[in-house]
């Protein structure tokens, strides 16, 4: 994207090894509130982009996804000119408009091609805006322990995206019901 969408957008640009020219940049999102929170390279020099949105952002091919989710992925090519992959996943609570579940707080993506996403979600609300839950997020494997199968609603939020994001290989709730921590 070479201009905006409007609302909130993410930027990426790639710059040059010693940092004085900007080599290529991108715009990230639709006419909605879209927040880019992380950027990163694969061992192919790929560009992966998560974060949140209340738009409808693309969803490409094969890959898993979750119907109005608030929170997406997307896989551009080193130049940054070409989308490759595309999703967005979350409970899709908002009733047809997305709405983010989780703050991420942690993107890797690993020598295998599998991607890893953390985040917080918490019913705590901002001005009655993104109150955000764990509540509905996308469980597919009983976690070890199995305590981490449920949540309060105010707990981290672990997912693992087989390759490609074809699919989910983990899902994990971490935290307890002492605080909203």
Known sequence: QTTSSGGTDGFISKLSNDGKKMLASTYIGTSRYDQTYFIEIDKK??????????????????????????????????????????????????GGTPDPDIS??????????????????????????HSGSTNGMPIVTTPYPPKYATTDGNDFYLIVFEPNLTGLRYTTFFGGSASED
């Open 45 to 94: 020099g790929q560009v992966f982009a998560m974060g949140q949105t209340e738009g409808h952002m693309p969803v490409s091919g094969s890959v898993y996804s979750n119907k109005d989710g608030g929170q997406f992925i997307a896989k551009l090519d080193s130049t940054l000119s070409s989308l490759l992959l595309s999703t967005v996943f979350g409970t899709g609570r908002g």
């Open 104 to 129: 991420p707080t942690a993107l890797l993506v690993d020598n295998c091609d599998l991607v890893y996403i953390a985040g917080w979600g918490s019913d705590i609300t901002y001005g009655n805006k």
